[in-house]
């Protein structure tokens, strides 16, 4: 048997061995619940939506219940998120067609051409926000919301249940709190809360379990190119292989990008939406900084020590880490139902 000063400097140094394990480690995800997750998208403008959704599907650590449709053509949204979940085999998850604000198609249309929604194997729920409800109210356990999109649904949803906030964590791409869009040394109006400040502020006034959010600070600066993107374009798994596919389409649709045929085939668009489904999974990669924001009528998100505390991911311990997790995420198998 050790000495007793020689013990206590044994067990001084396995805590100290622990201690310093990455969490990840110590405890392997597929040890732990997956977190049950709804996904709040208005997929089908801006292309990150799709890769964000590929991206929940593909983390073990998700458990994804319900995918809701947020803004605008939300019925249109539907198509895309359905196609996404056939072409995954994950047509198990039902999706919620959110409040229905135009008829726009938006840039990603012809992935969807003739697409017929009444033919999803799955369940299409046609009133999203009372789906997304009826899901948090039903869950045993706490869920997580992963909002990526201008958020009426979830205005709309805390107006009709406020009790849906205390049951939820809330995992959201909005704001900008330093920087602007391409790292621009000042904030600036951005889109998620521009296109509907009034939803954007109940949103980040809401009495959530917990809240983090990823302004254009962080999610703004994330691109996948090189040997990285290399190995998504790349992928022979038929979802990947659709992800490149409706990146075609939506570059077509977009004259900066129809313009620069080339850009599609050396790098993706900036992933936003990817670093809120990052959120839901681990903070581990960012710094984090925590303010009230108040939302003016113009989308800014302005610092106000008044206003319901909030975490923001502010800065990147690592954005190289971070790209390559995405990659490996992608990359990787898609979770099982
Ligand atoms: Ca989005």
Not at 1 to 26: E, F, G, K, N, Y
Not at 221 to 236: F, H, I, N, P, T
Not at 252 to 262: H, L, T
Not at 287 to 304: H, I
């Amino acid at each position: 048997m050790a000495h007793p000063a020689l013990r206590a400097v044994i067990v001084l140094l396995s805590s100290a061995t622990l201690a310093a394990v990455p969490q990840a480690v110590a405890q392997p995800p597929a040890a732990r619940a997956p977190i049950p997750v709804i996904l709040d998208t208005d997929i089908g403008d801006d292309i990150d939506d799709t890769w964000a959704l590929i991206l929940a599907l593909k983390s073990p650590e998700l458990d994804v219940k319900l995918v809701v449709t947020d803004f605008g053509n939300t019925e249109q949204r539907a198509k895309l998120v359905a196609r996404v979940l056939e072409l995954a085999g994950r047509t198990d998850i039902p999706i919620g067609i959110g409040i229905k604000e135009n008829d726009d198609p938006g840039p990603q249309a012809d992935w969807v051409k003739g697409y017929d929604l009444a033919k999803y194997p799955g369940r299409v729920l046609k009133d999203g926000v009372q789906a997304l409800i009826d899901t948090v109210m039903a869950s045993p356990a706490p869920m997580t919301l992963i909002a990526i999109g201008p958020p009426p649904n979830l205005k709309a949803a805390l107006e009709r249940e406020p009790r849906i906030a205390g049951k939820l964590r809330l995992a959201g791409m909005y704001g900008s709190i330093h920087l602007g869009y391409d790292g621009k040394p000042k904030p600036e109006p951005e889109w998620n809360v521009k296109a509907n400040p009034a939803a954007a502020r109940a949103l980040l006034a809401a009495p959530w379990r917990d809240a983090i959010l990823t302004p254009l600070d962080t999610c703004g600066r994330v691109q996948l190119s090189g040997e990285r993107y290399a190995r998504v374009r790349g992928s022979s798994d038929p979802l990947l292989r659709g992800l490149v596919e409706a990146y075609g389409t939506w570059c077509r649709n977009r004259d900066w990008c129809a313009k620069d045929p080339a850009f599609v085939a050396v790098k993706s668009s900036t992933l936003f939406d990817c670093v809120a489904v990052y959120l839901a999974v681990s903070r581990d990669l960012v710094k984090t900084e925590t303010t009230g924001v108040r939302v003016t009528d113009e989308g800014m998100t302005v610092p106000d020590p008044a206003a319901r505390p909030l975490v923001w991911a502010t800065e990147w311990k690592s954005l190289d880490g971070f790209e390559e997790w995405l990659t490996a995420r992608l990359t990787g198998p898609t979770t099982p139902r």
